[in-house]
Structures are given as C-alpha cells and as structure tokens.
C-alpha cells in the first residue's frame, strides 16, 4: 500500500503563488522509478491532468499550466512539488497528486482545495 498526503493549498489572491507538496510513504521502495502528477478537478467538471514528470524528469504540462506551473520531484524524500505562479481565478479546484507504478498501478491522495480569489 502506498499512501500520498498533499499539503499546500488555501486561499490565494489572482497574481499570488502557491507551492503544493504530495508526500508518499508506505510500499514506495522505488519512488524514483515511478511517473508522478498532479491533476485537478473544478466544482462540476471533469478531473484534468495539469502537469507530470516522468522518472527521467521529463515533463509535461496542460496548456493552461504552461509558463506559470513547475512541477519537480525530490526522490530523496519521496514527494513531488507544484509550484504555481501567476494564479487565476480559473485556476480553484481541488488538486491531487498520482503515482503510477508501471503500467496498471496508480495512488491518488486525498486532495488540497486550492482557492483563488480577491
């Protein structure tokens, strides 16, 4: 069993920053072997990819990511960051992190609420 914690989230300003984390423990001997990602998911829509990295580092973001959002990974300490700049109204929802494991093994957390308004 693997278990993800995400933390970072709250009430930000339109223009304000906010970094998530996603922790994992448990069953992760090989953290560094696995695709990390953050999605999110808006009151009422479909929950959406928002950025990955792959275990080589390669990354990729939704078009409404580019340019504002870095996600990173520390495989030392199990986690995996967004650091999201420039934020818009758009941009509230809730924000998860996954982690795939291989081709059928996959964790989600629990989610962080991220709000963005004046």
């Known amino acids: 069993q693997v278990q993800l914690v995400e933390s970072g989230g709250g009430l930000v300003q339109p223009g304000g920053s906010l970094r998530l984390s996603c922790a994992a423990s448990?069953?992760?001997?090989?953290?560094?072997?696995?695709?990390l990602g953050w999605y999110r998911q808006a009151p009422g829509k479909q929950r959406e990819l928002v950025a990955s990295i792959t275990s080589s580092g390669s990354r990729n973001y939704a078009d409404s990511a580019k340019g504002r959002f870095t996600i990173s990974r520390d495989n030392a300490k199990n986690t995996v960051h967004l650091q999201m700049n420039s934020l818009k109204p758009e941009d509230t929802a809730v924000y998860y992190c996954k982690v795939q494991n291989g081709i059928s093994e996959s964790y989600w957390g629990q989610g962080t609420q991220v709000t963005v308004s004046s």
């Open positions: 448990g069953s992760i001997l090989y953290f560094y072997t696995m695709g």
